[in-house]
């Protein structure tokens, strides 16, 4: 019996995309892995910083071919990275690739580093907020309506529309974030999955847990609706038995999927063993 859902992620950063290419066609034939995810940053997140970092959706595309079962996403997309009606229109040619496996991941944006070096400001923290929550509105109503006209502090548009449809009825929504105040009301009203990266114990994804709550009680969203993630680091030099374990306290405490995101080598070799510890 497996316990729990599981997913990997395969940071793009400081490996070759035949790497990579191989560790995700493992992934999908093993399937205790539900779905498998990269990211949307530009730079590395460890050292070396100007090191090898692959661009996350034009991985997805050709990773959506080499792969049939497992679904596919990129954990999580900046807001400002790109303008939300061409995050709609990408989603949906993706989905239309993947024959439906597409997930979209969304956050505010918060790397500076790479943010200020190729011109595209964060701003300030309301200002991400903001842009992020109508981003969102905007994604989610061109994937859905036949048109679409906003007007925000952020975004203009006028009887647009983001035709052909998702195969999807609907793409799901995945946020990541931690923001009390403004993020978890985003999830509220938006996603159909919360992600909390790498908390250290049960109980700081539990208070968290408790904010989003209440956020959907003020907004009117059946919280039940919308599943929760963490993010587990997959270190090469772990006991797959202990991280089945720690897995477990997350999934007693109410989290729904454990992202398994890997670090070190990009070794097919090692999805096996930690699949075997979570059904045994």
């Known amino acids: 019996m497996t316990i729990g859902r599981h997913a990997i992620k395969t940071p793009p950063h400081h490996g070759t995309w035949n790497e990579f290419l191989d ?12 779905s498998a995810w990269n990211w949307d940053h530009f730079y590395p997140l460890a050292p070396p910083y100007d090191g090898p970092n692959l661009e996350g959706w034009t991985m997805l595309a050709a990773l959506a071919q080499a792969t049939s079962r497992i679904r596919i996403g990129a954990m999580v997309n900046g807001m400002h990275h790109r303008h939300p009606a061409v995050t709609a229109n990408m989603a949906a040619t993706l989905d239309h690739i993947s024959d439906g496996r597409f997930e979209l991941g969304m956050g505010a944006g918060w790397n500076f580093m790479e943010s200020d070096a190729y011109g ?15 981003g969102m509105e905007v994604i989610v109503s061109l994937l859905a309506n036949t048109s679409t006209t906003f007007s925000g502090r952020f975004y203009e548009l006028t009887d647009a529309w983001c ?4 195969v999807q009825a609907r793409i799901p929504m995945v946020i990541g974030g931690k923001g009390r ?18 908390p250290d114990e049960p109980s700081d994804w539990e208070e968290l847990d408790q904010v989003l709550r209440s956020h959907c009680a003020k907004v009117g969203r059946d919280q039940s609706e919308i599943a929760r993630s963490v993010h587990l680091g997959l270190d090469p030099d772990n006991d797959p038995a202990a991280d089945a374990a720690r897995a477990q306290t997350f999934f007693d405490a109410g989290v729904d999927i454990v992202v398994w995101s ?13 699949a075997n510890a979570v059904t045994a």
Do not use: C, H, N, Y
């Open 23 to 34: 560790v995700w066609r493992a992934a999908d034939e093993i399937d205790v892995f539900e």
């Open 120 to 134: 595209m400001p964060l701003g300030e923290l309301r200002d991400r907020s903001d842009r992020f929550e109508e």
């Open 163 to 166: 035709e052909p449809k998702p």
């Open 181 to 198: 105040l403004r993020t978890l009301r985003t999830v509220a009203r938006f996603a159909d999955q919360w992600d909390m990266t790498f």
């Open 262 to 274: 890997m670090r070190g080598a990009l070794d097919p070799a090692r999805l096996e063993p930690l």
